[in-house]
């Protein structure tokens, strides 16, 4: 896709159509819509009248226009973005993205957007995440009936604004979009193609493609270190494990000294729940059960191209759940790297047992700040559903500022309680801790306190993702599949320890 930033002369941009932001309750008078009015002979106007557009958020209005003058545009977009004041970032990029996946519909190959907003870097930067994110699509393995109707350009209009931010917001825009259409890719990947190793080989080409370190630990020097809880694991499965560890280095450290943030993903290729075997019903779905791993790649990769001031660590942990006689046992005990002994009483729960690695490798490696992320538990599912992703964590500031982050970026993070008591429900009989708690019982905080049982000195926070990673409709801005959950939010939060 290609962009461009405007700051005059909207009306006369060279594109197949025009589109524009409406406020619920917006007049057709309003200085933004009377030309646009004018130029469709009042159908603006009379479309408001009758109650056809109301400017309610995700509302779409096509409108013929009859290109003469300088007027190069052949229709107009009325894109509603609901009340003025609940307008923010996410409102811009969902209304870029019903107006591209309206207007290729329509065979419309470029249009101009005026997403009334002030601010140049804001305006561009959603504009063109919107855009690219709303044309991603399921249909990567498909060799005919492909959506191949696509929007290929598209001009941001910002009323007077200085160019160099709209260039600025268009590359942040292109970034952060594609970022997150690299982890959506990722986790629609079937699993027999992206097994650990293949995650590996991607986030290797990723890495050199964007100049960031990347080391991969083997099951050999994964045994050495100690990290038992994660090979058991991967007993079961013919595709060895694998640890993608990526490094950020800034050119300058503005962060506060000895800060390393490390952001922690849950790579399970793929989870049959093991010998706790899942029932077969929807059991594919857990092809996403990588998309922790998912976003933390698609994060560094934002981060490697965008250059915060501040050094990041990126940590995925790629297994596969498999059932067979090398498989762990309920009832097996094992001992993670930190010394501390695990009794499996049920083999479903993996999530927590490779992230307990994996974070207590991330502070070896110097992490002071952890946020791991994972599609950890059904109950998440139960208690948010797909709006909210579940948040918990050691430092209240920590998980604060990710909340914050999130409103801004238009993901909503709820948090869940941790004490004492909650972490007494996972003491084991005959071992220091067991992988799960009392049935039916907190099933997200039980993953939480099992995780921070790993955690020794770092500031930490929790996400569970399995209610937002995947979304299983159609939405007017996004196709049904990944969403590249928290991308934007982990992205933010690193550009705000700069
Ligand atoms: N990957 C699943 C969690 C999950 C379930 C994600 C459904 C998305 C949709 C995880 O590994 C798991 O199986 N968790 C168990 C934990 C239980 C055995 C304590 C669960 O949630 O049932
Ligand atoms: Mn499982
Ligand atoms: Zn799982």
Known sequence: MEFQGISSGFTEAGVDALAVA????????????????ALTVGHIASAMKTGEFSGDSGEVLSLRLTPKGKVKASKLLLVGVGEKSDY?????????????????KANAKSFAFDARVEDAVVAAQNTVQGAITSQFELDKYKTKDKNDKLV????????????????????????????????????????????????????????????????????????????GSLMSVSYGSEQPAKMIVLRYTPAKNTGKKGELMALVGKG???????????????????????????TVLGTMRAIALLKPSVPVLGIVAAVENMPDGKASRPSD???????????????????????????????????????????????????????????????????????????STGEGFWQLPLSKEYSKQIRSDIADIKNIGPRGKAGTIMGAVFIQEFVDKAKWAHLDIAGTAWFDGVRPHQAKGPTGVAVKSLFELVERSQ
Not at 22 to 28: I, P, Y
Not at 88 to 104: D, E, V
Request: with cysteine.
């Open 22 to 37: 409406v406020f619920k309750g917006e007049k057709a008078s309003s200085p933004a819509l009377k030309e646009l009015d």
């Open 88 to 104: 923010n970032a996410y409102g811009i990029a969902m209304a870029a993205g019903c107006a591209t996946r309206t207007l290729r």
């Open 152 to 227: 290929t350009k598209v001009v941001v209009f910002v009323n007077g604004a200085k160019l160099p931010d709209l260039a600025r917001g268009v590359e942040r825009g292109r970034v952060i979009g594609d970022s997150m259409n690299f982890a959506r890719d990722l986790a629609n990947e079937p699993p027999n193609i992206l097994h650990p190793t293949e995650m590996a080989k991607r986030a290797q080409a990723m890495a050199k493609e964007t100049g960031l370190k990347c080391e991969v630990l083997d099951e050999a020097k994964m045994t050495k270190l100690g990290m």
């Open 268 to 294: 399970i290729t793929f989870d049959t729940g093991g010998i706790s075997l899942k029932p077969g019903e929807g059991m594919d779905a857990m092809k996403y059960d990588m998309s922790g791993g998912a």
């Open 333 to 407: 005990v094992v001992t993670a790297m930190n010394g501390k002994t695990i009794e499996i009483l049920n083999t479903d729960a993996e999530g927590r047992l490779i992230l307990a690695d994996a974070v207590a490798y991330a502070e070896t490696q110097g992490a002071t700040k952890i946020v791991d992320m994972a599609t950890l538990t059904g109950a998440v599912i139960v208690a948010l559903g797909d709006q909210n992703t579940g948040i918990m964590g050691n430092d209240q500031a920590l998980v604060d500022e990710i909340i914050d982050c999130g409103k």
